[in-house]
Nanobody, 124 residues
Framework: QVQLVESGGGLVQAGGSLRLSCAAS????????MGWFRQAPGKEREFVAA????????YYVDSVKGRFTISRDNAKNTVYLQIDSLKPEDTAVYYC?????????????????WGQGTQVTVSS
């Protein structure tokens, strides 16, 4: 089992940047595929990015490619989401999640563990 805690959200102006962090408990962090999802008010939770166990594979939803970068540090049990060129439509609660296989990495239904989320608000 793994527990996830996100941090790094906040209020930022359009065009700015944020780096979200997700710290995981336990000694088996490197066995998990990690994903970031977001949920805007009144909308479903959507996939943003995922990263393979050793970081060699990264995957993004088309709408964030070129602006978002997912990375991980297995020695620190932490996954990151660097968000650049923020837009008002990026406003959402951002969640990290963990699963053991890479299959269906973009499906929220396939993730076993979730953090509590961190709010990102982008002002225009």
């Amino acid at each position: 089992q793994v527990q996830l805690v996100e941090s790094g959200g906040g209020l930022v102006q359009a065009g700015g940047s944020l780096r979200l962090s997700c710290a995981a408990s336990g000694r088996t962090f490197s066995r998990y595929v990690m994903g970031w999802f977001r949920q805007a008010p009144g909308k479903e939770r959507e996939f943003v990015a995922a990263i393979s166990w050793n970081g060699a594979g990264t995957y993004y939803v088309d709408s964030v490619k070129g602006r978002f970068t997912i990375s991980r540090d297995n020695a620190k049990n932490t996954v990151y989401l660097q968000i650049d060129s923020l837009k008002p439509e990026d406003t959402a609660v951002y969640y990290c999640a963990a699963k053991t296989t890479l299959e269906s990495y973009d499906s929220r239904l396939k993730y076993n563990y979730w953090g509590q989320g961190t709010q990102v608000t982008v002002s225009s």
